[in-house]
């Protein structure tokens, strides 16, 4: 237990981020969203002359926050960046270097649209792919694919380690996803392993990654690269990175409507929490829609 003279010991802010960094690393999250945000912050305090935990405000955080709408258009975007500020202000609470957490704005976040492609626009971004990547027609149609029927979002796909492909009575990746560090475990197609096992891009730990560069490069590259321009050759509409969050869609959509509970898809999708996947995906639920069904029809009789 710190004494009280260590509690009100100043703490800096720059030592602060470096701990509270270490300790997503320990959960096995990765680190550099909250080491981009923070960083900002402490950007921002220093520039107001505050480098300790202990000057930190409600009226700075806010002043700050007043500051993204030109970093960040999207208030979905808001919303996730004031989440990532809200981890980090607890972590200094919890350590004893903020009285208590100071109660942020909320950011009312027009939230991207759960748009599963139909069985004919997935075709059609098949079919384009040798047309568009003749020469790296292989790895994209395998990423493609790897997303659609494992509901992995794009950075989590990209960064797959070849050891998290595992054969056991069925292929099957497992993986601790990105965001939430929860470990998820889905049967794939043995036809889209075997694409899998034969990509190669020199580096033999990862499927599609060369392990050089920033974590966030990849998701970046392929974005421009590959993604943006394959949807677009398909002619399949989708802003931004939502074009690669809709074969994430399609795989829990698809489950969905075939009545795997909402419970377990939760799980595949490595939400930390059934409320999350409830949000987007509630409407979709076969199970729930059957029995409102039922409850209507009930009445005619």
């Known amino acids: 237990m710190p004494s009280p003279s260590e509690l009100n010991k100043p703490k800096l802010i720059t030592e602060a981020l470096e701990q509270f960094l270490q300790q997503k690393t ?17 950007s921002f305090l220093e520039s107001k002359s505050v480098f300790v935990v202990q000057r930190i405000t409600r009226e700075l955080l806010i002043e700050f926050m007043s500051t ?38 909320h950011i009312k976040s027009d939230s991207p649209p759960t748009l599963p492609l139909t069985e004919d626009e997935y075709k059609r971004l098949l079919e ?14 395998a990423l493609i694919r790897l997303m659609r029927h494992s509901g992995l979002a794009v950075g989590d796909a ?17 993986t601790a996803r ?3 560090g929860v470990n998820v475990s889905v049967p794939i197609p043995d ?27 990849p998701r970046t590259v392929w974005a421009r690269k590959f993604i943006a321009p394959l949807f677009e050759a398909a002619k399949i509409e989708g802003d931004g990175h939502m074009k690669s969050h809709r074969l994430r869609d399609t795989f829990a959509v698809d489950l969905l409507q075939k009545g795997i509970p909402l419970e377990d898809v939760s799980k595949l999708l490595g ?5 999350t996947t409830e949000k987007s995906y509630a409407k979709w639920v076969k199970g729930r829609q059957d029995r409102l069904d039922s409850l209507i029809t009930g009445t005619w009789k």
């Open 68 to 105: 993204w709408p030109d970093l960040y258009p999207s208030t979905y975007t808001r919303g996730i960046v004031r989440a990532r500020l809200r981890c980090f202000l607890r972590y200094l609470y919890q350590s004893q270097w903020l009285p208590r957490v100071p109660d942020l704005p």
């Open 178 to 180: 990105q965001k939430t």
């Open 128 to 141: 384009v792919i040798p047309i568009k990547f003749p020469d790296e027609s292989l790895k994209v149609r």
């Open 191 to 217: 036809d889209l392993a075997r694409e899998l096992l034969e990509v190669l891009n020199g580096n033999p730990r990862y499927f599609f990654w060369s392990g050089k560069g920033k974590p966030d490069t």
């Open 271 to 275: 939400h930390e929490s059934i409320k």
């Open 158 to 174: 990209l960064k797959l380690e070849r050891t998290s492909l595992i054969h056991d009575s069925v292929y099957r990746v497992v």
């Open 26 to 42: 320990v959960q096995g999250i990765n680190g550099d969203p909250y080491r981009r945000e923070i960083g900002r912050l402490q």
